[in-house]
């Protein structure tokens, strides 16, 4: 297979709530993108927009975020994205309970890999601050517990192709509190039930853009998932298409350090491995 570049997590809508689906799933807008992607060296591109923005989430979960955003018809943004030539993906959230249900939405549609993720701890967001788990104090240790832990029930429900942005947990750096353990101590059980459950985990760059101002997954669960021959995806969750393939030599810094030379590519829900390019101007 030829060296590849993917950037499979992109949005072609931004999140805040008035942005209508007719000025952003448009070929004017999927060209932006397109260029970028050639100005980045990027083949490959997938869109993957949050599922709870479609009226056909409110059967998986019935929270009242997911209620005001739910405005977009499913199936027709799978028709535009592939009638747009895009590889079509979907983010959608793990909702505990709602595992059937989401199976069923997901299976019903043509998409080549569906990146699951979890951004909420029970009812509140850990990436939101309309939602924020953090309001009112809160116990680090025991929101990245239980992150991590909804983190691996999202890997072990085989219902996805792909990890979204595996340490969101941490989004806010210090502008919330740090657990006192390890955070190896939180990732070792979620990294093996990944490995169980053979998903694959996204290396993204948006982390770099957020007041972390890191990547995901930090360097350490990265090496324990390369270490554990979990495969990875590469993505840059661009909400904008200059965000498209940000920061990728970050990444693939990353990648190189943790042994690991090939990324998937998805299509109609099958997994292959492609061997990542050479980086330029690393020397030697
Ligand atoms: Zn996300
Ligand atoms: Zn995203």
Redesign the pocket.
């Given at each position: 297979m030829e060296p590849v570049l993917t950037d499979y997590?992109?949005?072609l809508r931004p999140d805040e709530p008035d942005t209508t689906p007719e000025r952003y799933f448009t070929a004017e807008n999927v060209e932006r993108y397109r260029e970028a992607a050639a100005a980045a060296g990027i083949d490959e591109l997938g869109v993957?927009e949050?599922v709870y923005r479609f009226t056909q989430a409110l059967a998986l979960w019935d929270h009242p975020f997911w209620r005001e955003q739910a405005v977009d018809d499913l199936d027709a943004y799978c028709e535009f994205v592939q009638g747009a030539g895009l590889r079509l993906g979907v983010?959608c959230d793990f909702v505990p309970g709602a595992e059937e249900a989401t199976a069923e939405l997901l299976a019903a549609r043509p998409f080549d890999y569906v990146?699951g993720?979890v951004h909420f701890v029970g009812e509140r967001a850990v990436d939101h601050e309309g939602w924020d788990v953090w309001e009112g104090g809160g116990d680090a240790d025991e929101v990245w517990r239980r992150y991590f832990e909804a983190l691996a029930d999202c890997a072990r429900s085989g219902l996805f192709d792909i990890l979204?942005?595996p340490d969101l947990v941490k989004v806010w750096g210090r502008g919330r509190p740090l657990p006192e353990r390890d955070p190896r101590h939180y990732y070792e059980p979620a990294v093996a039930a990944i490995a169980e459950s053979g998903v694959a985990v996204e290396v993204s760059t948006?982390g770099l853009r957020k007041p972390v101002g890191e990547l995901y997954p930090a360097p350490e669960f990265a090496a324990m998932c390369a270490e554990a021959d979990v495969p990875f995806a590469l993505?840059s969750?661009a909400?904008l298409p200059e965000q498209v393939g940000y920061v990728y030599e970050r990444a693939l810094e990353l990648l190189e350090e943790i042994g690991v030379g090939e990324i998937c590519v998805f299509e109609g829900r099958r997994r292959a491995l492609a061997p990542l390019p050479a980086r330029v101007g690393k020397g030697s």
């Open positions: 997590h992109l949005h993957s949050h983010e990146v993720a979204a942005h948006a993505s969750d909400h």
